[in-house]
């Protein structure tokens, strides 16, 4: 079902996602209005946008997601909120309070002020961080919204994000203020590759730093299916679409969904090299110290790190959760998606492999002068 003439909320809607779905959204729908809620409005994006809008009306509410009366202007009279939000942190760079307050306190106030202004759907971007892997590195291969595992969170950002995922979950049949009932889902993406991807856009400043050379973090056979953005951001509004029939509504109401796309499974590292091999990067065959030698490592400098910490803020390049994740093989189906909302990938792997290689080769040389010149 068209969610022409409708007035979404974008939440954001300036990050790597967010700005793929507003543009999905300008492309696919006419909606009557999408308001961009984000920490900080890029000017040079809203006057892109500004191009294939239409008749669309874009507005912007630029603030915390924690500030109340901001969530209450944006979310008065839209009909759908795509909570894409977040705060990303893999290396333990950021405090927990901050993570929690985002990620957790922010979910937890929007999802209250949908219930106040009468916001029928609520679709939240989880991440598959919230499944795993373990300490232990249990594999996961293939797995789907079924396939029982022991999660055991250490990271915080892990834990925030299945935490306000949980809150989204559960708010699903709440009453609202008219009468009518909120239905929630949440999505989670594989590992987001794509144009604008400032993981990928890391391991290629690595690579130039070692003379072209990427470094190998994770074994051949530790696989994962990376998801393109660009299907990422069609899943959320097949998803939308859905929600407003009210037959799927009672199906997906309160469940998650994994996002994975055709990409072939692949290690981290193996990936690496096969969006930037092209530009004229290598890989190196090995780790480039034993991986248990990497684990002891890793656990010192959690040590310092404990140390030094009412003293100095020190995040280690490097954590043995990390190393985890990197290294144990880890992918899931989108099977359950399909059956309950008709979510096939847009893009297959070689278009998505050409667009993110294209954008990568459009920086490469600022990232090269750049790097040149410290």
């Given at each position: 079902?068209?969610?022409?003439?409708?007035?979404?909320?974008?939440?954001?809607?300036?990050?790597?996602?967010?700005?793929?779905?507003?543009?999905?959204?300008?492309?696919?729908?006419?909606?009557?209005?999408?308001?961009?809620?984000?920490?900080?409005?890029?000017?040079?994006?809203?006057?892109?946008?500004?191009?294939?809008?239409?008749?669309?009306?874009?507005?912007?509410?630029?603030?915390?997601?924690?500030?109340?009366?901001?969530?209450?202007?944006?979310?008065?009279?839209?009909?759908?909120?795509?909570?894409?939000?977040?705060?990303?942190?893999?290396?333990?760079?950021?405090?927990?309070?901050?993570?929690?307050?985002?990620?957790?306190?922010?979910?937890?106030?929007?999802?209250?002020?949908?219930?106040?202004?009468?916001?029928?759907?609520?679709?939240?971007?989880?991440?598959?961080?919230?499944?795993?892997?373990?300490?232990?590195?249990?594999?996961?291969?293939?797995?789907?919204?079924?396939?029982?595992?022991?999660?055991?969170?250490?990271?915080?950002?892990?834990?925030?994000?299945?935490?306000?995922?949980?809150?989204?979950?559960?708010?699903?049949?709440?009453?609202?203020?008219?009468?009518?009932?909120?239905?929630?889902?949440?999505?989670r993406p594989m590992y987001i590759f794509g144009d604008g991807c400032r993981f990928t856009l890391g391991h290629m400043r690595d690579g130039i730093s070692n003379g072209n050379?990427?470094?190998?973090?994770?074994?051949?056979?530790?696989?994962?299916?990376?998801?393109?953005?660009?299907?990422?951001?069609?899943?959320?509004?097949?998803?939308?679409?859905?929600?407003?029939?009210?037959?799927?509504?009672?199906?997906?109401?309160?469940?998650?969904?994994?996002?994975?796309?055709?990409?072939?499974?692949?290690?981290?590292?193996?990936?690496?090299?096969?969006?930037?091999?092209?530009?004229?990067?290598?890989?190196?065959?090995?780790?480039?110290?034993?991986?248990?030698?990497?684990?002891?490592?890793?656990?010192?400098?959690?040590?310092?790190?404990?140390?030094?910490?009412?003293?100095?803020?020190?995040?280690?390049?490097?954590?043995?959760?990390?190393?985890?994740?990197?290294?144990?093989?880890?992918?899931?189906?989108?099977?359950?998606?399909?059956?309950?909302?008709?979510?096939?990938?847009?893009?297959?792997?070689?278009?998505?492999?050409?667009?993110?290689?294209?954008?990568?080769?459009?920086?490469?040389?600022?990232?090269?002068?750049?790097?040149?010149?410290?």
């Amino acid at each position: 079902m068209s969610l022409a003439g409708e007035v979404c909320v974008v939440t954001g809607a300036c990050g790597f996602l967010g700005e793929k779905l507003v543009r999905l959204l300008l492309e696919d729908e006419k909606l009557a209005e999408i308001r961009l809620l984000d920490r900080n409005i890029r000017s040079e994006l809203i006057q892109s946008l500004d191009d294939c809008r239409g008749d669309t009306k874009l507005s912007v509410f630029e603030g915390d997601i924690r500030e109340c009366e901001l969530l209450r202007r944006a979310c008065s009279g839209a009909a759908l909120v795509f909570h894409t939000a977040s705060l990303v942190d893999v290396t333990g760079a950021i405090e927990y309070s901050e993570l929690h307050g985002v990620n957790v306190k922010g979910t937890q106030l929007l999802i209250e002020t949908c219930i106040q202004e009468n916001l029928a759907s609520f679709i939240y971007t989880s991440s598959i961080e919230v499944a795993g892997p373990n300490p232990h590195g249990d594999p996961i291969i293939n797995g789907n919204e079924n396939t029982p595992y022991n999660s055991s969170l250490k990271f915080s950002y892990s834990k925030t994000k299945d935490e306000a995922e949980q809150i989204c979950l559960q708010a699903n049949g709440e009453i609202l203020r008219n009468g009518g009932r909120l239905a929630t889902c949440a999505l989670r993406p594989m590992y987001i590759f794509g144009d604008g991807c400032r993981f990928t856009l890391g391991h290629m400043r690595d690579g130039i730093s070692n003379g072209n050379m990427l470094l190998r973090i994770s074994s051949r056979d530790a696989k994962v299916n990376p998801v393109y953005v660009g299907n990422v951001a069609f899943a959320h509004l097949l998803a939308a679409q859905a929600l407003r029939d009210p037959q799927k509504r009672a199906v997906m109401g309160g469940n998650f969904y994994y996002i994975s796309d055709d990409t072939p499974p692949v290690s981290y590292s193996d990936f690496n090299y096969a969006v930037l091999s092209t530009l004229g990067f290598g890989m190196r065959e090995r780790h480039i110290l034993p991986l248990p030698l990497l684990y002891l490592l890793s656990y010192f400098m959690e040590l310092v790190q404990i140390v030094l910490r009412p003293f100095l803020r020190f995040t280690p390049p490097i954590n043995r959760q990390l190393l985890t994740m990197l290294n144990t093989p880890f992918s899931f189906s989108y099977q359950k998606a399909h059956r309950d909302f008709g979510y096939s990938p847009r893009y297959d792997w070689e278009e998505a492999r050409r667009r993110t290689t294209e954008w990568l080769a459009s920086v490469l040389p600022t990232e090269r002068q750049q790097l040149n010149s410290k």
